[in-house]
């Protein structure tokens, strides 16, 4: 079936534009995963979906960094006011609800590099 | 702070020895480790995740866990070029969807 598909693949953007990334999980998956990787670095969380649960925010590093859910299925991460430092590859994962053994698999996808020149 | 370490490396290996990746973590709430494996410019896959104590073998694969110690590895026999890629260690909190990663392992097999 279709993995978790992201775009755009890449984005270059001026400092102080906002940029919107899309995610669209595997259908039926109920969490939905935003990670930011740096270069050379590991998965840096951001934000978690659960179904109509309140998402998880506490990794977003400011008030320029948010995201949506919609209907349960795709999702946005928007960033205003770009900044150079935000310059990553935006990674997005989806869960599904069922777990084996007490265990969820993330599943991900290719990503966005965004470039803030 | 919830960390995962994993040493950076590159960690280097003749063709067809054993590869060992290390990982350690700080949450004793941890209960269920996955080890992904990401080649450069692509996004991570899993490879396998373990939650009870002791090894699982899948195939060339195997995790072995020890919570008492909080450590989690993986083992690569037969080493591949192949395999060359960065490992990264995930914890899954207890309870909770949330992830915590290590930073990855950069393996080079050598032809």
């Known amino acids: 079936g279709a993995g978790v598909s992201q775009s755009p693949s890449n984005k270059v953007t001026e400092k102080g534009k906002d940029v919107e990334l899309r995610c669209d999980p595997i259908?039926?998956?109920?969490?939905l995963y935003w990670y930011r990787q740096s270069l050379g670095q590991g998965l840096e969380f951001l934000i978690y979906?659960?179904?109509?649960?309140?998402?998880?925010k506490s990794g977003l590093p400011s008030d320029r960094f948010s995201a949506e859910r919609t209907g349960g299925s795709v999702s946005t991460l928007t960033i205003q006011r770009t900044q150079q430092e935000d310059s990553a590859v935006y990674l997005c994962?989806?869960?599904?609800?069922?777990?084996?053994?007490?265990?969820?698999?993330?599943?991900f996808g290719p990503g966005t590099r965004l470039t803030v020149t | 702070q919830k960390e995962v370490e994993q040493n950076s490396g590159p960690l280097s290996v003749p063709e067809g020895a054993i590869a060992s990746l290390n990982c350690t973590y700080s949450?004793?709430?941890?209960?269920?480790f996955f080890w992904y494996r990401q080649y450069s410019g692509k996004s991570p896959e899993l490879i396998m995740f373990?939650?009870?104590?002791g090894d699982k073998e899948d195939g060339r694969f195997t995790a072995q866990l020890n919570k008492a110690s909080q450590y989690v590895s993986l083992l690569i026999r037969d080493s591949q070029p192949s395999d060359s890629a960065t490992y990264l260690c995930?914890?899954?909190?207890?309870?909770?969807?949330?992830?915590?990663f290590g930073t990855g392992t950069r393996l080079k097999v050598l032809a």
């Open positions: 979906f659960q179904g109509n649960s309140a998402p998880d």
């Open positions: 994962a989806s869960s599904p609800r069922e777990e084996i053994a007490g265990v969820r698999e993330q599943y």
């Open positions: 995930a914890v899954n909190l207890g309870g909770t969807y949330k992830y915590i």
């Open positions: 949450d004793r709430g941890s209960q269920s």
């Open positions: 259908s039926g998956h109920t969490a």
């Open positions: 373990i939650y009870s104590n």
